[in-house]
Structure formats: C-alpha cells, structure tokens
C-alpha cells in the first residue's frame, strides 16, 4: 500500500503500475470441477426460466436468463448445470448466479452457432454474442440513437492502480488489437479510432494503426471520464455529443478480432493476481472459475478478517466468500491481510483540504461531506456538484478523518438515482 | 469448507494513506515544544505549570463534554491537547490557575465543542478563549505588570506597547535578532521567534499545516507595516519589528492554520492570510488594542466561508 509521504507539502501521487519490460508469462490457471456465472438479472421467472438444474452447456453458449436479454454471459466450458441461485451484489442489485459442473477435458464440446454469425460481421452480432467476452465489451452505446457514437477509444493503460492486465495486450499482442479494432471500425463504420497507453508503451502502440493517446503516470489520468473530459476539451469529437464515445479493454479489442476471424470464442480472461505479500502476477483464468482455484494454485491462505478485491485498490469491489468467480470484467484481484487493513471511521470532516486538493473533478469533498452525511442528497446534488464526482475514490484514501467519503457519495447517488427511477415509473 | 470464513468486506477504496487526526495533533504538539520549552526555561516552573494545566483542564473539558452529550470519547485524536498548547502559549507564565481552567473551558466547550465539536468550530478555539479572557480580564494580559518580577538579561518591556505609545523610535532598542531569539517578553510559548518558524516549517514541510496561509499572513503583515513605515517611520515601526513581536509568528504558522476555521482552496487560502495580515498591522498602528493577531485572525475566520467559496468549477459544470 503506499502511504503518504514524510514530506506533505506536494499533493499526494498516486503512480500507476506500468508493465515491466520482463513481465513473466502469464500463469494459465487450469478449469477446475465448477464455474459459476454472475447473471445481472434477479431470478424471478424461476419456473419458466431458460435453463434448469440438470441442463447441459457447451462451451461457448449464451446463457442468460430470458431470451433476448443483453444480460448474458458466455459459458467458458461444456458441463451440467448444478445450482441456480439468487443472490444480492453491491448496492442490493438483484443477480442470479449459475453453477456449472464441468465436464472432464476429453468430453468438452464447442456451441457452434457463433460459427454463422461470423461470417457476416455485424453490430448485431456483435451485441448478441460478443458482450459476454473478456474485458466485457459493450455494444449497446451503438444502439442509442439519440447519442451517436463518435470515436471509438481502446484502453491499453489500466483504470485502477496495481493492475497491467491492459498493458499486457498493447505490449505482447499489438497485432491482434490492430485486427480487432480495424473489425470494430468496419461494423460499425466509424473511422475515429483512439489507442489509450501509458507513455512507456507509445512505440510498440505505434503498430495498431490507431490514433494514439498517452495518459500519464499519475492516478486517476487513466479514468475513462477524465479521458472523455479530455477529448471533449481537444475537440476531437463534438462537444455536444457528450457519451458519443465508446470505451473497449485492449483486452476486449483482442477477444473480438479473435471471435471474428476464428468463429470462435477465446473465454479466459487475464486477471492481474496480487498476494498478500504483494507479489503480481498475470493469470489466465477461464471465466466463471471460482476464486479458490487460484488461491489453490498459489498456495496462497486466507484468515478471518483478511480481504479480497476484485478490482483495483480504489474503485474494485470486495467480496464474501472465495467462491467468488472471475467475471469478464475482473482486471485485478487483490488479497489483502488483516494487518494491511485501515479502518474507517465515523469522526466528522476536520476540513483539512486534502479531498479537495485531490479531486480530479474539483469538488468541494468537505462541503459536500457534510451533506452527505446529514442525508441530505438533494442539496448534495443541486448545491455541492455530487454528479460531477467521476468516482475515483482519492478522496477516502487521503481523508484525515477516515470517512468512507467514497462510500457516502455512491449511495447518495443510487439513493437519488433509484428515487428518480420511482418517479418516473409511476409517472 | 470455506464458507466458515468471515472475510473482512467495505467499500472502496481499500487503501488509505495511512494520515490520521492524532498522527496531525501529535506532530503539532511536537513542533509547538520546539517554541515552548525555551519559554519554559525562561519564565521557570510557573511556565511548566501553566502549560500543563491548560492542557489537563482542555482534556478534562472534552471528556466532560462527551460524558454530558453521550458521545463517543474523542480526547484521543489529541485536538482538546492541542488546543490547551495553543492557548497555554499564548499566556504569561504568571496566569493563575482559575484563569487558565476558565480559558480552556472557553476554548474546548464555548470554541468547539458547542458547535459540534471538531471540524465543526468556526473560530479557533484557542484565539476565541483568549480575546474573551482579555476582555473579561485585561490587567491580567498586561505583560508588562504580570512580568515585573523578573529578572531579564534584556529590556523587559512587551515591545508592542512601546511602540504603541512612543512610536518606532522606542523600539529601536530591540535588536531584531535579540527578537528573533526571545529576548522579549510576552507569552510562554509566544516569544522565541526562531522555534516557532522551524516549528511553522516543519509543520509545512510535513503537510500538516498549509504553507499558503503562513505565507501570505507573513506578507501580508511585512508588505502593510512596510507601507505604514513608509508613509511614517517616525510613528510606525518598520516590518521586521512587526513580524518578530507579540503572536505573529504563533499566529502565522499555529493559529491561522486551524483546519476547521481556514480556507481550503488555494487563492482563498491567500486571501484569507493576507487580509488576517494586512488587518493585524490595522489594529496594532491604528486600532486601540496593542496586538491585533487575535482580533484579525477572528475576522478572516469569520469571512473563512464566504472567501472559500472562490473556487475552480466542478467537472462539467460550464467553463
Ligand atoms: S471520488 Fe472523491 S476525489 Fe474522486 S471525483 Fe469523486 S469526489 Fe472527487
Ligand atoms: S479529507 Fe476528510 S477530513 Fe479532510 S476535508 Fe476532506 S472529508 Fe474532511
């Protein structure tokens, strides 16, 4: 963890992690007996749903919970379906999680049904089979008519501290972002391609054909809103037309040239492994398998009170239990002891400063704090720029009084989002 | 199984820069020493005695306070320590005892905590106690009588009051390095000039304190005195003088600084310090009080709010 400097007169940096030159090969984490599946969709429609207990999946397959959802996940591995069960994630999100027992390696079999859709490459496709890959792409920005989507931006620099899996795709697999961007223009006709890296990678980015940005070193430069804010500022895309840019993983980029020129679907996703002894590692997981393979694998233990992220240090998320899957969207995976924990607190704000001089989105943390804590999420709102709030997390990390300011400002959102929600529905 | 284990789960961000309330309080504590163990050792054991108990009391206060509200007990960030320094400092060694209590319940129950306690004061606590103590009390801060018995190897005479009422000319006795290294009267932990700046800078070095508010309330006080020993040198003293005498530097560097009654942003930060500067020159020459630091250092607390409202605009919201 990095901890404030003796000398506090600078503003407090964050530096990113940034591939080494000699990053060591990533571990391949072998399938275990079980994966599990995250589904974004409460399990309501139990009895008539589209998959039973007892079912078979190939590998490969849509699995989602109603047909036609965009919430679908793609089965890395052939098996049975063993359990359904719902759960309540982050925020008291409604989710349905599906465990998969996994048929042994010689018995495997491969849905083929992608294997057509290849041949005619298409935003259409794309959006119905493509959503569940590595890195999570997300094809839905093309559909919204009333925003159009005026770039395309491809992150090669990692969002989150400690994490390099992005990097790992810019700086040994150049190639197949160029393909896979070059796919991404040519379904959906736009020609403004960005490659996002950090300063260290700009040569080998050079290659993929696509305009190339460098972000600096220092947390939250990476922030896909900042780069947005940014490009909005540069006028590169119109201004007016403010989410006219879609965001992909190097990752993400890869996996999609991958599925289009081979028919079928590269299913393991790239996590980058801290231990607790802070040693990283890259590993390649099938998506679904359950933290515990992992932690098996490197021998690593886990006691009561320890934590583990999924996610980066400032904006992951930390979970219960080790049975947690690698989801398409887990770029990191923290393990955290006990001893390396900060706890919060409920002490008011001091109004020391260090919030606000932080901020990359100037809010004024120590007002809006005050709010926040008071329930007051209106004001927050109207007076004190809550939404302006890119989330990024540098304010609990620096805050003297240890306030979960983080904590406080997501749930006013979601409270203020949810009771806009309400109304409109019953409007 | 592993379902037994109970993994610790919170939100984001899952580190911390490891900054605390009391690691802040401490180090405070321990730059102010630097100013007041040579004041102890020149005013002798009264001085100890002060210090400590307006410390004692400034604790004893808080516990009280969250004893009556039934609120967690918060002594242990070290703010109510804190500020029974901060006032200690600020007294003459020979301030008796009921003084002192009366000065840190002032402080800790009127400053802070009624206001809901730390964070929540608009004043600095320990500048509030002492302007109602010199209002309630005032022969008891006339340095000049509380000090008379003793024995000083320099003119034991609170250079303000000279300069006061004789104009610059009075004062030219005092050499400004003599200033400088404490050869003045005034309060315990006021007077050595040299340990309250390395104190000041080692609080700025380390972050603890905001180097923008020292700063511009030192410029502010040397560019006004300068003008007013321009325009006058016969009736005003020049800048140097004004910035090694009475609570200028305690003020510059300890109590401008306060968190909670201080400017956050960087040109209110400025703001705030040179209008507390430029008003502590006001009172000192034209004002009837002989020090004005206190007395400025209210203001710009007062106008705190109203200046920090000078602010870059939030992510998004127009140009
Ligand atoms: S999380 Fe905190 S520091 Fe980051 S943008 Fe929001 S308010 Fe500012
Ligand atoms: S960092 Fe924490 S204590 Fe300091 S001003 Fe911000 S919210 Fe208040």
């Known amino acids: 963890m990095i901890k404030r400097s003796f000398f506090g007169l600078v503003k407090p940096k964050l530096q990113y992690e940034i591939i080494d030159e000699a990053q060591a090969e990533p571990v391949r984490i072998k399938p275990g007996k079980q994966i599990m599946l995250y589904i974004d969709q409460p399990d309501e429609n139990a009895g008539n749903a589209l998959f039973k207990i007892g079912d078979p999946v190939k590998s490969g397959q849509k699995v989602t919970l109603s047909d036609g959802s965009a919430d679908y996940l793609l089965s890395s591995k052939s098996g049975q379906i063993s359990k359904i069960s719902p759960f309540v994630g982050i925020l008291g999100k409604k989710s349905t999680s599906l465990t998969i027992d996994v048929d042994g390696e010689s018995s495997q079999s491969r849905d083929e049904s992608f294997k057509s859709a290849c041949q005619a490459p298409s935003l259409e496709n794309a959006r119905d089979f493509l959503a569940g890959l590595p890195g999570k792409p997300d094809f839905n920005v093309f559909f919204d008519s009333e925003k159009p989507v005026k770039a395309i931006v491809v992150l090669g620099a990692d969002d989150d501290l400690l994490g390099i899996t992005n990097q790992y795709f810019v700086k040994n697999n150049i190639i197949a972002i160029k393909t896979g961007i070059e796919l991404l223009c040519k379904i959906t006709g736009i020609s403004h391609a960005i490659l996002i890296v950090p300063q260290q990678l700009e040569q080998v980015a050079g290659s993929s054909g696509a305009i190339i940005k460098t972000v600096d070193s220092e947390y939250p430069s990476a922030h896909p809103e900042l780069i947005m804010q940014h490009m909005l500022a540069s006028e590169d895309v119109d201004a007016k037309s403010k989410s006219g840019i879609a965001f992909f993983s190097s990752e993400a980029v890869c996996a999609i040239g991958a599925a289009y020129t081979t028919g079928k679907f590269f299913l393991e996703k790239m996590v980058t492994f801290v231990s607790k002894d802070g040693n990283k590692r890259l590993v390649s997981v099938p998506i679904g398998t359950p933290l515990q393979d992992i932690l098996n694998e490197f021998n690593e233990t886990l006691n009561d009170g320890d934590r583990v992220v999924f996610g980066g240090p400032m904006k992951g998320v930390s979970v219960f239990s080790t049975d947690t899957p690698v989801m398409p969207d887990t770029d990191t995976i923290i393990i955290q002891d006990k001893r390396q924990i900060t706890e919060g607190s409920d002490i008011a704000c001091i109004n020391c400063g260090e919030c606000v001089r932080v901020c990359p989105a100037n809010i004024q943390v120590n007002q809006l704090i005050r709010f926040l804590e008071a329930g007051q999420y209106e004001e927050a709102a109207d007076q004190h720029d809550l939404f302006s709030c890119i989330e990024c997390g540098f304010c609990s990390y620096v805050c003297e009084s240890r306030i979960p300011v983080f904590q406080h400002i997501k749930l006013a959102k979601h409270t203020l989002e949810s009771m806009k929600a309400a109304e409109e529905s019953n409007a | ?319």
């Not at chain 2, 020459?285 to 870059?312: E, F, M, Q």
Request: charged share 10%; hydrophobic share 55%.
């Open chain 2, 1 to 319: 199984m592993h379902s037994t284990l109970k993994l610790t789960v919170s939100h984001a961000p899952f580190w911390h820069n490891g900054s605390s309330i009391s690691t802040k309080s401490r180090n405070i504590l321990l730059a102010s020493l630097v100013a007041v163990i040579p004041g102890c050792y020149q005013y002798g054991m009264a001085a100890v005695g002060v210090v400590t108990l307006s410390i004692a009391s400034a604790i004893l206060w808080e516990l009280l306070i969250n004893f009556i509200s039934r609120r967690p007990i918060s002594v242990g960030d070290g703010n109510a320590a804190l500020i029974g320094m901060m006032f200690a400092m600020m007294l003459p060694a020979t301030m008796p005892w009921w003084a002192v209590i009366t000065g840190t319940f002032f402080a800790v129950v009127i400053g802070k905590e009624i206001f809901g306690g730390i964070g929540a004061n608009p004043f600095n606590p320990a500048v509030l106690a002492m302007t109602i103590l010199m209002l309630s009390w005032a022969d008891l801060f006339d340095f000049n009588a509380a000090l008379l018995n003793y024995q000083f190897d320099f003119k034991a005479v609170y250079p303000l009051v000279l300069s006061k009422t004789f104009g610059a000319s009075a004062v030219d006795p005092f050499a400004l390095m003599d200033l400088l290294f404490g050869k003045q009267i005034g309060g315990i932990g006021s007077t050595f000039g040299i340990g309250l700046i390395a104190g000041g800078v080692y609080l700025i070095l380390r972050g603890f304190v905001r180097w923008e508010i020292s700063f511009s309330f030192l410029v502010g006080i040397f560019v006004s005195a300068l003008c007013f020993n321009i325009l006058n040198p016969e009736a005003y003293a020049g800048p140097g003088f004004h910035l090694l005498t009475g609570y200028t530097l305690i003020g510059a560097f300890f109590l401008a600084t306060e968190d909670s009654s201080s400017p956050v942003n960087f040109i209110p930060m400025l703001i705030y310090g040179l209008l507390g500067g430029a008003l502590t020159v006001l009172i000192r020459n034209i004002g009837t009080h002989i020090d004005g630091v206190l007395y400025a250092i209210l203001i710009i607390n007062l106008v705190n709010p109203i200046v920090d409202k000078i602010r870059p605009k939030a992510l998004g919201k127009g140009v």
